[in-house]
């Protein structure tokens, strides 16, 4: 078992920059693939952001290529979403997850194991 707690959210300006944090328990992070996903209201969740258990072949969603960073510090057992350029689009509840399944990139959310409560990002214009 391993438990997430998002944070970070909140209310920016569009062109603004958040990070959000995703500190895990229970078990050591490098053992996990890990992604970031959102939800805006009256949505299916979508992709946003996911990496290996070694962090190093993250994989985005187009619609956040170049503006979001995944990374991840295994010693502090944490991912972290960096979020530059925020457009108000981006606004949703974002989850981060985790899957047992530390040697893969996975960009479906029925691929993970575990799931963050979420936290509000509101990007106003």
């Known amino acids: 078992q391993v438990q997430l707690v998002e944070s970070g959210g909140g209310l920016v300006q569009a062109g603004g920059s958040l990070r959000l944090s995703c500190a895990a328990s229970?078990?050591?992070?490098?053992?996990?693939?890990m992604g970031w996903f959102r939800q805006a209201p009256g949505k299916q969740r979508e992709f946003v952001a996911a990496?290996?258990?070694?962090?190093?072949?993250?994989s985005y969603a187009d619609s956040v290529k170049g503006r979001f960073t995944i990374s991840r510090d295994n010693a502090k057992n944490t991912v972290y979403l960096q979020m530059n350029s925020l457009k108000p689009e981006d606004t949703a509840v974002y989850y981060c997850?985790?899957?047992?399944?530390?040697?893969?990139?996975?960009?479906?959310?029925?691929?993970?194991?575990?799931w963050g409560q979420g936290t509000q990002v509101t990007v106003s214009s």
């Open positions: 990496s290996n258990g070694s962090g190093r072949t993250p």
């Open positions: 229970g078990r050591t992070l490098g053992n996990f693939a």
């Open positions: 997850a985790a899957a047992d399944r530390p040697l893969l990139v996975l960009t479906t959310p029925r691929a993970y194991n575990y």
